[in-house]
């Protein structure tokens, strides 16, 4: 077989070197809090996987119905037409992907900063170089990029599998760190004492913001979606690769925080603030602060490269649809890459990190800036679905997304309550990312003034 494409694995190593991030160091003790106890906290999480497989049903169904690298550019502009395909080609390049891109490279940055201080702008700096030098990575060649994506996600795994089983096998539920939590968290344990306490109502609101962060840390999923243009035997792998994927990150999530509640218990959950860092400490005493920090910076590492590498296949869609853009997205066959695209996304996401640098916090900024945009187009390609079936019945799917429509509208429903509490809860940074959206309305009119027929 060619050594051309992406084989399933290298897909698979992609998708979960995207999701497996620092999601799982920092969300649990915000789920924790919204659980009134310890079979919810992992209720929640179970749960969450399974919306993530909704979701990867889904998109198994549009990726081998209709591959292309552009991904969910290519399903919306079926589905609802270019100029919404369009205006999500412009959300993903100036916020969604770029925007991402730089938040998880000033994780890197933050923890590098505990490794080697560099001054007070040392996480930008940081971030700033991890994003141009994954770029270079990425330009010199897709099969560069696999080798290091694969290097990274499996340290990321392992590094996650060995600190799981380490909390499973020393950990007591009610160790000392635990104990000195609880006292700290004595407002939030008595407020949730008793699930007999609550109403339906606050128990529902509480899941429901617990779910909110659970869905957080499962994020990037959907990134498959652009492997759809270059896997072999795309007809057959599209399933495999969300599947496959979808089981991996489940596991290792449900695994790493069963050990959480083996350390810390719900309580001392509850109350910490940086849960990977404590649960370091715990067990790997001096040594904590380094280990932790070094496999936050291979994760991040991991998840920027992924980011990077699915982010610029969109450009080679938009340069097929708009001749005015036609440079963006050429493709170099030799590399098997489109370069100019990588070089104008690692530039964008540059100048994002410069802008994060003076705020005071560069990573709340971007999840502020991209959060609400994302979750609207990916509300409208959840809904491209069911459009997709009713407009073009006849057409091949290898792969039917079963409990029609029940399972794009559950997804899609899911989606319009993140992007809605997203635009309350992130304030003016959530009305940033959406006014760049409006400003790439220019678009749609300079496709139709180039197009032929004006289309």
């Not at 799981?164 to 968290?185: M, R, T």
């Amino acid at each position: 077989m060619s050594a051309k494409g992406l084989s399933t694995w290298d897909a698979v190593a992609i998708l979960v070197g995207v999701v497996v991030g620092i999601g799982i160091f920092g969300f649990p003790p915000l789920v924790a809090q919204n659980a009134p106890s310890a079979a919810l906290y992992m209720v929640l999480w179970v749960a969450g996987g399974l919306v993530m497989l909704v979701g990867a049903l889904c998109y198994a169904e549009l990726g081998s119905a209709y591959p292309d690298a552009g991904g969910e550019y290519a399903f919306l502009g079926r589905g609802w037409g270019a100029n919404t395909a369009l205006l999500f080609a412009w959300a993903r390049c100036s916020v969604i992907q770029t925007g991402a891109i730089a938040a998880v490279a000033f994780i890197f940055g933050d923890y590098a900063q505990v490794l080697l201080p560099i001054g007070d702008h040392g996480p930008a700096v940081y971030a700033a170089l991890v994003v141009g030098l994954l770029t270079v990575v990425n330009v010199l060649g897709s099969l560069e990029s696999r080798r290091v994506q694969w290097v990274l996600t499996v340290v990321s795994v392992l590094a996650l599998v060995a600190m799981a089983v380490g909390g499973l096998v020393l950990g007591d539920g009610g160790s000392q760190l635990a104990n000195e939590a609880v006292s700290g968290a004595q407002a939030t344990s008595d407020a949730i004492a008793s699930n007999s306490a609550l109403t339906l109502g606050q128990l529902a609101g509480m899941l429901g913001m617990g779910m909110v962060f659970v869905l957080l840390t499962y994020g990037g999923w959907n990134e498959a979606a652009y492997l759809s243009g270059e896997l072999r035997d795309v007809r057959r792998s599209m399933l495999r690769v969300l599947l496959f994927g979808t089981v991996i990150i489940v596991a290792l999530y449900v695994l790493v925080n069963f050990a959480y509640l083996r350390v810390f218990g719900l309580e001392g959950l509850r109350a910490t603030h940086a849960v990977g860092a404590d649960m370091s400490r715990l067990l790997a005493g001096p040594w904590a602060a380094l280990l932790l920090s070094l496999l936050v910076c291979c994760t991040a590492l991991g998840t920027v490269n992924a980011c990077i590498f699915t982010g610029g296949r969109i450009y080679v869609s938009l340069g097929r649809d708009v001749p005015a853009l036609k440079a963006l997205g050429e493709w170099s066959e030799r590399r098997e890459t489109p370069v100019r695209a990588l070089w104008l996304q690692g530039g964008i996401t540059l100048a994002l990190v410069a802008f994060g640098a003076f705020t005071e916090s560069g990573l709340r900024a971007m999840v502020a800036y991209t959060s609400p945009v994302f979750w609207l187009f990916m509300f409208l390609t959840a809904l491209a679905l069911i459009r997709l079936r009713q407009r073009d019945p006849h057409h091949p799917r290898p792969f039917r997304v079963p409990l029609y429509p029940v399972l794009p509208l559950l997804l899609a429903l899911m989606c319009l309550g993140l992007f809605w509490s997203s635009v309350v809860y992130a304030g003016a940074g959530s009305l940033l990312g959406l006014l760049v959206l409006v400003l790439g309305l220019p678009l749609c009119w300079l496709r139709r003034r180039t197009c032929p027929g004006g289309g």
